[in-house]
């Protein structure tokens, strides 16, 4: 049997995330925002609306599982060189980011031209770096207008 407050406070987690990727989704230059997990299964997150994917969801679940193993490989080095901050992968059509917090990832694709440093501050303001739990209260942090 299930602890309840251990279900509690993953449902709670799982809300967390997914308001963060409905914000970060509100931003025009933003395709998709997903978390997944450290075994690279989506836990939260989807497309803008609107937004049709360049891909199938089978090659998706390919992103998702290669995205959590080049973050776990790259911790690797964190003692020498110092944690991720993010990763930047640059394609022909979209730009991809992966934002590491915690044991999750949080997974970002925005159009070609979008402003990246702009975009990974904006997302990790809501994600609140400092304790990686809260969402800053009633703080507006949209930034659709310089995006």
């Not at 025009?28 to 989506?42: A, E």
């Not at 609107?50 to 290669?66: A, C, F, H, S």
Request: charged content about 25%; hydrophobic content about 35%.
């Amino acid at each position: 049997m299930a602890n309840t407050s251990t279900t509690s406070n993953i449902s709670s987690q799982i809300l967390m995330f997914q308001n963060i990727c409905d914000k970060v989704c509100a931003e025009p230059k933003i395709r998709f925002c997903g978390v997944i997990n450290g075994m690279g299964r989506l836990v939260a997150g989807g497309f803008r609306d609107g937004i049709k994917p360049l891909d199938n969801e089978e090659e998706r679940k390919m992103w998702y599982m290669q995205s959590a193993l080049e973050m776990s490989m790259k911790k690797e080095f964190g003692n020498n060189l110092g944690n991720i901050d993010h990763i930047v992968t640059y394609r022909g059509n979209v730009t991809l980011v992966n934002i590491p917090i915690r044991n999750h990832v949080v997974l970002l694709s925005t159009e070609r031209n979008a402003d990246i440093i702009q975009i990974v501050e904006y997302t990790k303001e809501l994600i609140d770096f400092n304790n990686n739990t809260t969402i800053p209260e009633e703080k507006d942090l949209l930034v659709s207008e310089s995006i």
